[in-house]
């Protein structure tokens, strides 16, 4: 039985919560559930969850999680919508957007710092859709880490039932229950301190049996499994110092807060 059942958000720290909001919300067009007086929640329509918290700097992370990457449906517009909202090109070695195999893609780094990959997968020949309403983003496709070891980390993650895709031996991509993918790059240090981008979350039916699992395969479990609102949750340290939040969503009628439901388990978005 896999231990991963998929993903359910990405947390990070920005200079300015609403600043944030809204370059993913009124620029890309992902949607607000949730501003309280600390941070806010802004989900994908697929039902992945940006949580973004306040206390960040915009020095981006080049170790540990370094981006995630969101499905669209013109790559090239939602490009120049980051850029006309405060981003910037984050690899200006690329000419940016670019057609890599099947992928036209693109890598801007937000006004907070984080960094973003963009991607329209061809269809039919195709390279782009039209945008409806503002509404940028199809669904939420990996996420990447940057790491010391990539065997290691390989073996970490397949250990907790991820499934190795594609190695391109510097990099590759592990799929996972949900069809969304961990991308794994060689090049990275141990990180110590996220400054972007802090942690994600991962769904399981055993949050105990998930802890238990990344100490057998050499992580760290960063204390004791506890309850809040609907959810068992355990904070981990993956093989490259990144944190990883397992969730457990008991279904006995307990009040939710706003992680009400998981994510949509994805097509298979290649096929």
Excluded at 16 to 42: H, M, P, Q, S, W
Excluded at 156 to 176: H, M, N, T
């Amino acid at each position: 039985m896999d231990i991963i059942k998929g993903i359910s958000h990405i947390g990070m720290v920005v200079p300015d919560v609403d600043a944030a909001v809204r370059f993913y919300c009124e620029g890309l067009g992902l949607t607000l559930k949730r501003r309280d007086n600390y941070n806010a929640i802004v989900i994908t329509p697929d039902g992945v969850i940006l949580e973004i918290s306040p206390d960040g700097t915009d020095k981006g992370d080049y170790s540990g999680i370094t981006h995630i990457c969101l499905n669209t449906y013109d790559v090239d517009a939602t490009f120049q919508r980051a850029l006309s909202y405060g981003a910037v090109i984050s690899r200006p070695e690329n000419p940016e957007p670019y057609n890599y195999n099947s992928l036209r893609m693109a890598f801007v780094r937000t006004p907070s710092g984080e960094e973003i990959e963009f991607w329209y997968i061809e269809k039919n020949g195709l390279l782009r859709e039209p945008v409806a309403d503002g509404k940028y983003i199809k669904n939420f496709v990996h996420v990447a880490l940057t790491v010391p070891d990539m065997k290691e980390c390989i073996r970490f993650y397949e250990g907790l039932g991820a499934v190795l895709k594609e190695d391109w031996e510097w990099g590759c991509s592990l799929r996972l229950a949900d069809m969304r993918e961990l991308e794994l790059f060689t090049g990275g240090y141990y990180s110590e301190k996220a400054y972007g981008y802090t942690h994600y979350s991962l769904l399981t039916d055993d949050v105990e049996r998930a802890a238990a699992q990344v100490e057998a395969l050499g992580g760290k479990k960063l204390e004791q499994p506890y309850d809040w609102s609907n959810l068992r949750i355990c904070f981990c340290q993956g093989m490259g110092g990144e944190v990883l939040e397992f969730f457990q969503m008991y279904e006995d009628g307990r009040a939710a807060d706003v992680f009400d439901k998981a994510p949509e388990t994805l097509p298979d978005v290649f096929a």
